[in-house]
């Protein structure tokens, strides 16, 4: 595609209950990054993928946490039991070598209540 | 854990000022990009910075990589409100695989 895609853009879920995320890198992209954003805050690393290995899986907060990537491409971040202060934005970026320029998408809104 | 510090968080001028915003951490760096994100987008890349005491220049933003790598600058010359936004230093470790992203300065510069 033209650019990283995020679905769903926003998503309200109650407390407990799970929720899949889902990022479409561009097309080529080997790295696959997770990140989480508080409103005006910095960028919380979540996980890492290299094709669809994640060398990197150290930020991920707790075990409700999950992620994978299928096919080098298209990646799912579940959260499982969803509390209140899972609440953000949740940010995908791809990149054609790790060490390249990352281009984001818009995020996934997230809001437990 | 964070290990790069921005300063300061917030910052809001008057259009034609001058600013700068700081990135800090006691961790040496491959390099080190900077990125601009407006409100509902993902961030953008500015600029990277590879070597220790480079200056690179992007019409009135200028980037500095500090000699040891563990430090960054971003001074921007003649604010315009089109320059409103958050900005982000992001640190690649050793490995070149992973990125750290500063904790962010949210510019508002006011016409």
């Known amino acids: 595609g033209a650019g990283v895609s995020q679905s769903p853009s926003n998503k309200v879920t109650e407390k407990g209950k799970d929720v899949e995320l889902r990022c479409d890198p561009i097309?080529?992209?080997?790295?696959l990054y997770w990140y989480r954003q508080s409103l005006g805050q910095g960028l919380e690393f979540l996980i890492y993928?290299?094709?669809?290995?994640?060398?990197?899986k150290s930020g991920l907060p707790s075990d409700r946490f999950s992620a994978e990537r299928t096919g080098g491409s298209v990646s799912t971040l579940t959260i499982q039991r969803t509390q209140q202060e899972d609440s953000a934005v949740y940010l995908c970026?791809?990149?054609?070598?790790?060490?390249?320029?990352?281009?984001f998408g818009q995020g996934t809104r997230l809001t437990v209540v | 854990t964070q290990l790069l510090e921005q300063s300061p968080q917030f910052l809001s001028i008057q259009e034609g000022e001058n600013l700068t915003v700081y990135c800090n951490s006691s961790?040496?760096?491959?390099?080190l990009q900077w990125y601009r994100q407006e409100p509902g987008e993902g961030p953008v890349l500015l600029v990277t910075?590879?070597?220790?005491?480079e200056v690179k220049k992007l019409k009135r933003l200028t980037f500095q990589f500090g000699d040891a790598r563990k430090d960054s600058s971003l001074h921007i010359t003649a604010a315009q409100p089109g320059d409103t936004g958050l900005y982000l230093c992001?640190?690649?470790?050793?490995?070149?695989?992973?990125?750290?992203f500063g904790t962010g300065t949210s510019l508002t510069v006011i016409p």
């Open positions: 993928f290299q094709g669809n290995s994640a060398p990197d």
């Open positions: 097309s080529g992209h080997t790295a």
């Open positions: 992001a640190g690649a470790d050793k490995t070149g695989n992973q990125f750290y």
């Open positions: 961790s040496v760096f491959s390099s």
């Open positions: 910075v590879v070597t220790g005491g």
């Open positions: 970026a791809s990149s054609f070598t790790p060490s390249s320029e990352a281009f």
